[in-house]
C-alpha cells in the first residue's frame, strides 16, 4: 500500500486528504477578492510525509494524532493495577502516541465519494506498548463551507485513547508569519502546567492570555513566546464552538467546533520545516495549531474527563473546521 491522496470537494471548500497519516494536506477557501486560498501549513506530496528530514523536525503538520494527543507525564499509566511503560520521545514525557504513531502509519481507505472519504487504521495490541487491539475509523467530510471530522474507535481490552488532528493554520499565506491574526476562544480558563504538563488546576485566562474577544496574536508571540495551553470547555458531549481565528489581511475567518472538552492552541514557536510546499520553509510561529483534543495527561487526573476506553464501548467524537 502507497501514500494516497484524496481531494473532497464542495462549492466552496476544497480539502485534500492523504492516507499517510490520515494527514490533513490543504484546506482552499477563497479570500475576500474571491482568490483561492490554502490556508493550511502542508508539504507537496503524500510521500513527503514520510521522509526522514520532515519526520526528524516532529512537526505533525495537519496529521491524526493516537494513540493519545498530547503529553502523558513520565510516559506511564495504570490500569487495574498494571502499568504500562509508553515511549518517552518528549523530554520525560509520552508525546503523540510515541516513535511512531498514527500519524506515521498508512491507513486503510473504506470508503471514498466526492465530497468524503473514510480511512481505518488497526493498531495492534501492545503497540507503542498501548493494550488492546483498537480499530480507527476517521470520516471526512466537506459540507457547504465546513469540514466536519468524525472519529470512531473500539478496543477489546481497556485502553486510554485520546484522537485528535494537528492542522497548522495561516489565513494569510503571504504573511511572514501569525502575528497578525486575530483569535477568538469560547473559554476564559485553561489548564496549569509545569512543563506541559498539567498539575490539576485551571488558570483564569488574563492579559494576553485572555481571547475571549478578538485579540491579536502578536502580544502573546512577542511578550510570552506564544501559546501552547490547553483552553477548557465543559465536557457535556455537545458540539459547540470552540474558536475563531480571523485574518484582516485576507477577511478569511475560520471556525472550531467540537465536543471535545479541550483545544490546545499552539502558535508554532519551535515549527521547521524546511522544502515545504512550493519550495517554502516554515519557521516559528508561521502557523497557529488548533488541535480538539481531551485534556493532556488525562490518566493521572480522576478529576479530568475520562479516556479510559472500555471493550464493548464505541470512542465516538467530532470535530468541525468552517469558514464564514
Known sequence: ??????????????????????????????????????????????????????????????????????????????????EF????????????????????????KVEQGSSSVVLRYKSPDGEENYPGNLVVTVTFRVEGKELKINYEAETDKKCYVNLTHHPY?????????????????????????????PDGTFVQAEGAYDFSGFRALKEVIEDYGGLDDCYVFEADGKVERRAELWSPESGIKLYVCSDYPGLQVYTGRFLQVEDARGGLSYGAYTGVALEAQYWPDSPHHASFPTTLLQPGEVYRKTTIYGIE
Not at 509508553?86 to 506515521?104: E, W
Request: proline share 4%; with cysteine; hydrophobic share 35%.
Open 1 to 82: 500500500m502507497e501514500a494516497e491522496l484524496y481531494v473532497l470537494k464542495s462549492p466552496e471548500l476544497e480539502v485534500h486528504v492523504t492516507n499517510l497519516g490520515a494527514t490533513l494536506v490543504r484546506v482552499i477557501t477563497p479570500d475576500n477578492a474571491g482568490k483561492p486560498t490554502d490556508i493550511l501549513l502542508g508539504l507537496e506530496r503524500a510521500s513527503d510525509y514520510d521522509s526522514p528530514a520532515y519526520i526528524a523536525g516532529g512537526s505533525y503538520l495537519g496529521a491524526c494524532i493516537g494513540r493519545y494527543g498530547n503529553r502523558i507525564a513520565q510516559g506511564k499509566f495504570s490500569i487495574d493495577g498494571r
Open 85 to 108: 511503560q509508553l515511549a518517552v520521545n518528549n523530554g520525560p514525557n509520552h508525546l503523540h502516541g510515541g516513535h511512531r504513531g498514527f500519524d506515521r502509519k498508512l491507513w486503510t
Open 169 to 197: 493554520f495561516n489565513l494569510n499565506p503571504g504573511l511572514a508569519d501569525v502575528r497578525s491574526l486575530r483569535l477568538k476562544l469560547f473559554s476564559r480558563q485553561y489548564l496549569h502546567t509545569n512543563g506541559l504538563i
